[in-house]
């Protein structure tokens, strides 16, 4: 494994899916810049590690070698025989957990080796499932090789949910996917990522998106498993589920895990990490609404305050 040895490290999360699911655009929202040069796509690259930092970038050999690459020639490097790319960068979300981008499954002119082969990097998903044929024969055959230990800490997304026009495609498409795919993630979100960048300064844009409730679960979900990963250097991957269990002292403090599928709204008790562009609170009947903050397209929308989180220098790449 290409992980740290410190045993106090990030998170490891994966952005996956089929082509064309929207994982790009779900990493320009999440790092609130694009992590690749303009002229590079994901689609025929080896999975991305991003984590926070100033490295310069390099790639990683199946054979373990490492060598320092160019940003501007992402695309001339080989698959087959690379393992991980490495990109390091200042962002909010970088802070706290790492990401790593993987190209869409299913790619016939690209062996499943090049995903399968860092699955075992991974700690929890954010799977992207493109609305219009969401949760294909394809995308159920890979998730379920995943371990409960990843699954039940994993976000499933559906994507360009503005392509469904009517509130019965809508509905329709919503309870086939979470029939099909119950117990299976922490929680399921429908979600136009698109009209969630463009929200500009407009909250009901933004949590029309669907954006609004996701990213307050994904605070949750990163502040959860810093605490599963903690003291091992072992993914959740890779792990025995056994080891990822919360301990008792930290159970108080331990933000909830959602087990059910969520389709909007948000736990009423948490009290999770605030972002810049979420605020997360405690949510009473008698609140004004009118006083909910704006988004703001110029910050990222993933934000923890320092004093939100016990000895963020300890926690490590």
Same mark, same amino acid.
């Given at each position: 494994?290409?992980?740290?040895?410190?045993? /106090?490290?990030?998170?490891?999360?994966?952005?996956?899916?089929?082509?064309?699911?929207?994982?790009?655009?779900?990493?320009?929202?999440?790092?609130?810049?694009?992590?690749?040069?303009?002229?590079?796509?994901?689609?025929?690259l080896?999975?991305?590690?991003?984590a $926070?930092?100033?490295? @310069?970038?390099?790639?990683?050999?199946?054979?373990?070698?490492?060598?320092?690459?160019?940003? $501007?020639?992402?695309?001339?490097?080989?698959?087959?025989?690379t393992?991980?790319?490495?990109?390091?960068?200042?962002?909010?979300?970088?802070?706290v957990?790492?990401?790593?981008?993987?190209?869409g499954?299913?790619?016939? /002119?690209?062996?499943?080796?090049?995903?399968?082969?860092?699955?075992?990097?991974?700690?929890?998903?954010?799977?992207?499932?493109? =609305?219009?044929?969401?949760?294909?024969?394809?995308?159920?055959?890979?998730w =379920?090789?995943?371990?409960?230990?990843?699954?039940?800490?994993?976000?499933?997304?559906?994507?360009?949910?503005?392509k469904?026009?009517?509130?019965?495609?809508?509905?329709?498409?919503?309870?086939r996917?979470?029939?099909?795919?119950?117990?299976?993630?922490?929680?399921?979100? @429908?979600?136009?990522?698109?009209?969630?960048?463009?929200?500009?300064?407009?909250?009901?844009?933004?949590?029309?998106?669907?954006?609004? =409730?996701?990213?307050?679960h994904?605070?949750e979900?990163?502040?959860?498993?810093?605490?599963?990963?903690?003291?091992?250097?072992?993914?959740?991957?890779v792990?025995?589920?056994?080891?990822?269990?919360?301990?008792?002292?930290?159970?108080?403090?331990?933000?909830?895990?959602?087990?059910?599928?969520?389709?909007?709204?948000?736990?009423?008790? =948490?009290?999770?990490?605030?972002?810049?562009?979420?605020?997360?609170?405690?949510?009473?009947?008698?609140?004004?609404?009118?006083?909910?903050?704006?988004?703001n397209?110029?910050?990222?929308?993933?934000?923890?305050?320092?004093?939100?989180?016990?000895n963020?220098?300890?926690?490590? $790449?």
């Open positions: 494994m290409t992980h740290s040895t410190s045993l /106090n490290r990030k998170p490891r999360i994966a952005l996956m899916g089929e082509f064309s699911a929207g994982k790009s655009t779900l990493s320009n929202l999440l790092l609130g810049s694009r992590p690749l040069p303009e002229k590079v796509t994901a689609t025929r080896s999975p991305v590690w991003m $926070s930092g100033s490295q @310069p970038p390099y790639r990683v050999d199946v054979d373990g070698t490492e060598e320092l690459i160019s940003l $501007s020639h992402l695309e001339e490097i080989g698959v087959e025989n393992r991980v790319i490495r990109l390091f960068f200042e962002s909010d979300i970088l802070d957990c790492d990401l790593i981008d993987f190209p499954i299913s790619d016939p /002119n690209m062996s499943s080796d090049v995903v399968e082969r860092m699955l075992e990097e991974v700690d929890a998903v954010l799977w992207c499932t493109h =609305a219009t044929q969401a949760w294909r024969q394809s995308e159920a055959a890979v =379920a090789q995943m371990p409960e230990a990843v699954r039940k800490r994993s976000i499933l997304l559906i994507t360009r949910f503005d469904l026009t009517t509130d019965r495609d809508r509905n329709r498409v919503l309870a996917v979470k029939h099909e795919t119950k117990g299976q993630f922490g929680a399921t979100f @429908p979600v136009s990522l698109l009209q969630a960048l463009n929200a500009g300064e407009d909250y009901d844009a933004w949590d029309a998106s669907g954006a609004g =409730a996701f990213t307050e994904l605070i979900m990163v502040q959860e498993l810093t605490i599963a990963v903690a003291g091992t250097t072992e993914t959740l991957y792990s025995a589920p056994e080891a990822t269990e919360v301990d008792a002292a930290d159970a108080e403090s331990a933000p909830l895990l959602l087990t059910d599928p969520v389709v909007d709204g948000r736990d009423p008790e =948490a009290a999770p990490v605030v972002p810049r562009r979420v605020n997360a609170r405690r949510v009473d009947a008698a609140d004004d609404n009118s006083h909910r903050p704006r988004p397209t110029s910050r990222p929308v993933f934000h923890m305050d320092d004093e939100t989180v016990e963020p220098a300890q926690i490590a $790449s």
